[in-house]
């Protein structure tokens, strides 16, 4: 893996555009990207031939979950095909494991002990060693790979964040003494809970070991949004600036536990935290809000460059969504001929109408939920790029500015109208 940062904005800040390349691959990755969640290794409602019809290069990096493979198909079988990426037909996207997920494989820090971390699994809660992981990793044959951590809450005890660094950098030594490459494909994770300190002493340590990149986890598990920026800057200010930052859960509502219980009404506005991450210097945001959307029978419509004050249909709304998406659930939406987005290339904006997807979703068709994650991630996408854009002509902060000042006035606008 080759990773060059080439552009990083002037006046202090450490917002950065990069170029990641992997393997021989003639192909670069422009950061900052987002990594497309999977499960079993494919967007759970995209398929293989539909991959192709999303934004390249920006849609070949892929989140593939180790843990969602124990059990089924068994490991040798995996190995005998030739990895992933032959199993799943996609020798051209770029694979990053990771265990554990925020969809059906999360953390469980009152379960993990000293010898490995719980997971919830497709086959029940299991506790996956650092030797576990790592077969599970050179049998699917990914091309990054995060290490094993023991993440926890923001209300662990100090003594509870002291133990979770402890035992993630002895799993991160474990993983690379147990890996053929020494860890040269990893990324070591840095965890540390709410506290300060130890993010810092979590991450000056990774910073240390043989490892290409930086996982930076533990959130979406009970801190707010203040303590994720203030902590974001404390752990990237340790860490040097020629290897990449990858952040996880981005987003996540302040109370996790009740995470796959809440409407999306509720979830924090995440393209806002993707630019807070951009401006602390992450290069690549691993995430499931794409999915969470989908599912909600939500479609993104903010304006990409919000700096040129790009307009899209009935921004202004009172069904449950806000200038960043619109529920096509609502009964507003049955006789709306109109797309989800002008100015969307997506085969569902170039294709289909709100109506129509308001009555897949109605009639419960899969249809939407295919429909709907095509122009999500395409949207998504097209809004990394517009980031990268603006960092390349030192303009980012104005447009982070216009975008957050832009929303809100759009969410005050139709609190008055209500």
């Known amino acids: 893996m080759r990773f060059s940062v080439t552009k990083v904005c002037g006046g202090g800040g450490k917002a950065r555009a990069g170029v990641l390349h992997i393997g021989s691959s003639s192909i670069g990755i422009e950061t900052p990207a987002l990594l497309l969640s999977t499960r079993k290794g494919l967007p759970s409602f995209v398929s293989c031939d539909l991959l192709a019809s999303l934004p390249l290069p920006d849609s070949l990096l892929l989140h593939v979950c180790p843990t969602h493979f124990i059990g089924a198909p068994p490991l040798k079988t995996i190995s005998n095909i030739g990895g992933l990426h032959r199993m799943l037909g996609l020798p051209d996207h770029i694979l990053v494991a990771a265990a554990g997920d925020s969809i059906e494989s999360l953390p469980s820090s009152e379960a993990t002990n000293k010898f490995g971390a719980s997971f919830d699994t497709p086959s029940g809660r299991r506790l996956v060693k650092p030797s576990d992981y790592m077969e599970l990793v050179s049998c699917m044959k990914p091309n990054l790979w995060a290490s094993l951590a023991d993440e926890v809450p923001a209300w662990a005890?100090?003594?509870?964040?002291?133990?979770?660094?402890?035992?993630?950098?002895?799993?991160?030594?474990?993983?690379?003494?147990?890996?053929?490459?020494?860890?040269?494909?990893?990324?070591?994770?840095?965890?540390?809970?709410?506290?300060?300190?130890?993010?810092?002493?979590?991450?000056?340590?990774?910073?240390?070991?043989?490892?290409?990149?930086?996982?930076?986890?533990?959130?979406?598990?009970?801190?707010?949004?203040?303590?994720?920026?203030?902590?974001?800057?404390?752990?990237?200010?340790c860490l040097p600036p020629?290897?990449?930052?990858?952040?996880?859960?981005?987003?996540?509502?302040?109370?996790?536990?009740?995470?796959?219980?809440?409407?999306?009404?509720?979830?924090?506005?995440?393209?806002?935290?993707?630019?807070?991450?951009?401006?602390a210097g992450i290069d690549l945001f691993d995430s499931t809000y794409i999915y969470q959307l989908t599912m909600?029978?939500?479609?993104?419509?903010?304006?990409?460059?919000?700096?040129?004050?790009?307009?899209?249909?009935?921004?202004?709304?009172?069904?449950?969504?806000?200038?960043?998406?619109?529920?096509?659930?609502?009964?507003?939406?049955?006789?709306?001929?109109?797309?989800?987005?002008?100015?969307?290339?997506?085969?569902?904006?170039?294709?289909?109408?709100?109506?129509?997807?308001?009555?897949?979703?109605?009639?419960?068709?899969?249809?939407?939920?295919?429909?709907?994650?095509?122009?999500?991630?395409?949207?998504?996408?097209?809004?990394?790029?517009?980031?990268?854009?603006?960092?390349?002509v030192g303009e980012f902060d104005l447009f982070r500015q216009q975008f957050v000042k832009k929303r809100r006035a759009h969410i005050a606008a139709a609190v008055l109208q209500a």
Not at 242 to 271: A, D, H, I, Q, W
Not at 325 to 349: E, G, H, M, P, Q
């Open 157 to 237: 005890t100090d003594k509870r964040n002291k133990v979770s660094v402890d035992r993630t950098l002895r799993w991160l030594d474990a993983c690379i003494a147990l890996d053929p490459a020494s860890g040269t494909n990893g990324f070591g994770f840095i965890v540390g809970g709410s506290c300060i300190e130890q993010r810092r002493l979590c991450a000056n340590e990774v910073s240390k070991r043989n490892v290409s990149g930086f996982w930076i986890g533990g959130f979406g598990l009970g801190e707010n949004i203040e303590e994720r920026c203030s902590l974001l800057n404390a752990v990237t200010d």
């Open 242 to 279: 020629e290897k990449p930052r990858l952040v996880s859960r981005l987003g996540l509502p302040e109370n996790y536990c009740y995470y796959m219980f809440l409407t999306l009404e509720y979830l924090l506005c995440l393209p806002e935290e993707v630019l807070e991450g951009v401006a």
């Open 296 to 392: 909600g029978g939500f479609a993104l419509v903010f304006p990409i460059d919000m700096a040129e004050g790009e307009t899209q249909n009935g921004l202004l709304n009172n069904d449950g969504g806000d200038s960043t998406k619109i529920n096509l659930r609502a009964t507003t939406y049955r006789k709306d001929t109109s797309r989800l987005v002008d100015s969307c290339s997506c085969f569902t904006c170039q294709n289909h109408t709100r109506a129509y997807l308001n009555h897949l979703l109605n009639v419960h068709e899969m249809l939407a939920q295919i429909l709907l994650e095509i122009h999500n991630t395409h949207h998504y996408l097209r809004f990394f790029r517009s980031i990268r854009e603006a960092i390349k």
